[in-house]
């Protein structure tokens, strides 16, 4: 019963190939690719894969892009599914004006995180308020409050973003990244800080905010390529968990094959 999982972001795809379609599944491989290669999947990282019994992706870099992954899926007899927002999965609650028009990754990470919030409840405690931060290509801060109602996020440039915004946008800033600083003294330690210091920022103000409005101290979930980049710099105590959106798309498919 081989569960493939597939995350479809904007710089990369990645994907990981677990021995059952429930949380816990020990992973048998996995791997990321730019998109720019994922027309050589069936013949390169995916050859010789055992055949996955089950799939279910989520994918945000659009149709054409799914439809050429779909291309790849066909080396294997699986269906391909991708994650369509509901209202309601795995726990949690989509607040978005449209639910089905939140990113399909925001989501399942949300599901993802929620699972994490509930494992962590001790005996005869409450589950916690959660921030979900990844950072990708854009960045995202999405608040989960107590009972798993996703409350709403922010989106706001990843680091790659905002540096090739500058870099394009004026004619002295084609440097290289530096070093996250207090008080930078050179322009590539002041790229580096103030991009981080942007989205550092950003998520220390929804972590406030959250507080203030659960009266509780959030758990903080970081993932997304780019985390370990934001890692050194927010004095919140967080969680790197690169596995998030596998983990929400193990939980999601094990939920649809309960049904
Ligand atoms: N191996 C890598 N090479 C280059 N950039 C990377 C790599 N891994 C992560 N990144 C950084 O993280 C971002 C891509 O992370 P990822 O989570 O795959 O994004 P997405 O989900 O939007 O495709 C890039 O914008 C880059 O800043
Ligand atoms: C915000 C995103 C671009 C993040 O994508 P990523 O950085 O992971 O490639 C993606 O979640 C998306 O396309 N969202 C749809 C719009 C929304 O969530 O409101
Ligand atoms: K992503």
């Known amino acids: 019963?081989?569960?493939?999982?597939?995350?479809?972001?904007?710089?990369?795809?990645?994907?990981?190939?677990?021995?059952?379609?429930?949380?816990?599944?020990?992973?048998?491989?996995?791997?990321?690719?730019?998109?720019?290669?994922?027309?050589?999947?069936?013949?390169?990282?995916?050859?010789?894969?055992?055949?996955?019994?089950?799939?279910?992706?989520?994918?945000?870099?659009?149709?054409?892009?799914?439809?050429?992954?779909?291309?790849?899926?066909?080396?294997?007899?699986?269906?391909?599914?991708?994650v369509v927002p509901g209202t309601h999965d795995g726990g949690v609650t989509n607040g978005y004006d449209h639910p089905n028009r939140l990113g399909a990754d925001r989501w399942v990470s949300l599901v993802g995180a929620r699972r994490r919030v509930l494992a962590e409840v001790g005996p005869g405690g409450t589950p916690r308020p959660a921030l979900v931060v990844m950072v990708g290509t854009a960045v995202t801060v999405d608040a989960?409050?107590?009972?798993?109602?996703?409350?709403?996020?922010?989106?706001?440039?990843?680091?790659?973003?905002m540096l090739r915004a500058l870099e394009l946008g004026t004619a002295g800033l084609k440097v290289p990244t530096g070093d996250v600083v207090d008080f930078p003294t050179n322009t590539s330690d002041a790229l580096m800080s103030g991009g981080s210091s942007a989205i550092a920022g950003a998520i220390e103000r929804q972590h406030r905010k959250l507080m203030q409005r659960t009266g509780a101290e959030p758990l903080l979930y970081m993932t997304g390529g780019a985390a370990v980049k934001l890692a050194p710099i927010t004095e919140l105590r967080f969680e790197t968990v690169d596995s998030l959106i596998f983990d929400g798309l193990l939980a999601i498919q094990a939920h649809r094959l309960a049904l």
């Not at 107590?146 to 680091?159: C, K, V």
């Open 1 to 82: 019963m081989s569960f493939l999982a597939i995350d479809i972001g904007n710089t990369r795809l990645k994907w990981a190939l677990y021995a059952g379609p429930q949380p816990g599944s020990p992973v048998l491989h996995q791997g990321a690719v730019f998109l720019e290669t994922i027309d050589d999947l069936a013949d390169g990282p995916w050859k010789g894969l055992p055949e996955p019994t089950t799939m279910l992706g989520c994918d945000v870099a659009g149709d054409a892009v799914r439809r050429r992954v779909e291309e790849q899926l066909e080396l294997w007899d699986v269906e391909p599914r991708w």
């Open 144 to 161: 989960l409050d107590a009972e798993g109602r996703f409350l709403g996020g922010l989106i706001l440039p990843g680091f790659g973003m």
